[in-house]
T-cell receptor, first 111, second 111 residues
Framework: NAGVTQTPKFRILKIGQSMTLQCTQDMNHNYMYWYRQDPGMGLKLIYYSVGAGITDKGEVPNGYNVSRSTTEDFPLRLELAAPSQTSVYFCASSYSYNEQYFGPGTRLTVT | GQQLNQSPQSMFIQEGEDVSMNCTSS?????WLWYKQDPGEGPVLLIA?????ELTSNGRLTAQFGITRKDSFLNISASIPSDVGIYFCASQETSGSRLTFGEGTQLTVNP
């Protein structure tokens, strides 16, 4: 099993550009999550999904959108990138709400 | 949401020393998880605890679910340089609620 994979690993965006962060899991988990981690800080939940076709907002959803058309994939869309979105983004998945397994992260810089 | 107070925020120890860190809350939880994040990587699940009083080991790591269900601790024995990283606690109030993460303990091990 590859577990949770994320692409790209690194990205630099200009202010106002858009991009999609990809996340795929091969563990047949129903639950998937997107977190951001700012330097020296903990994890903040952006969006989550409890199954294909179902998504919900976390603590910091503004400026982001998600979709969940399959069990395996949970892409995160940034529209009109802003410097405040410079962060490391982690995708995670789990069988239920508890034991979450994380991907390696995408390091995003917006300048 | 509920807050988890993780302490200490950072620790600087010598190789070979034992380490203890804890996580507390004013709320009662039914699950405690401990994660480790290596520099530049995603968090990895170390130990999961599901019963009050439960004591679980994983190699040199030992974690306990507090008897009051409001706290948990993680001990690392005979620390080595590869123990460096950020240790996060995470907890869940009920089986249907999302995980809450602590802010992390940054561990530095001097050879």
């Amino acid at each position: 099993n590859a577990g949770v994979t994320q692409t790209p690993k690194f990205r630099i965006l200009k202010i106002g550009q858009s991009m999609t962060l990809q996340c795929t899991q091969d563990m047949n988990h129903n639950y998937m999550y997107w977190y951001r981690q700012d330097p020296g800080m903990g994890l903040k939940l952006i969006y989550y999904s409890v199954g294909a076709g179902i998504t919900d907002k976390g603590e910091v959803p503004n400026g982001y959108n998600v979709s969940r058309s399959t069990t395996e994939d949970f892409p995160l869309r940034l529209e009109l990138a802003a410097p405040s979105q410079t962060s490391v983004y982690f995708c995670a998945s789990s069988y239920s709400y508890n034991e979450q397994y994380f991907g390696p992260g995408t390091r995003l810089t917006v300048t | 949401g509920q807050q988890l107070n993780q302490s200490p925020q950072s620790m600087f120890i010598q190789e070979g020393e034992d380490v203890s860190m804890n996580c507390t809350s004013s709320s009662i939880f039914n699950t405690w998880l401990w994660y480790k994040q290596d520099p530049g990587e995603g968090p990895v699940l170390l130990i999961a605890l599901y019963k009050a009083g439960e004591l679980t080991s994983n190699g040199r790591l030992t974690a306990q679910f507090g008897i009051t269900r409001k706290d948990s601790f993680l001990n690392i024995s005979a620390s080595i340089p590869s123990d460096v990283g950020i240790y996060f606690c995470a907890s869940q109030e009920t089986s249907g609620s999302r995980l809450t993460f602590g802010e992390g303990t940054q561990l530095t091990v001097n050879p």
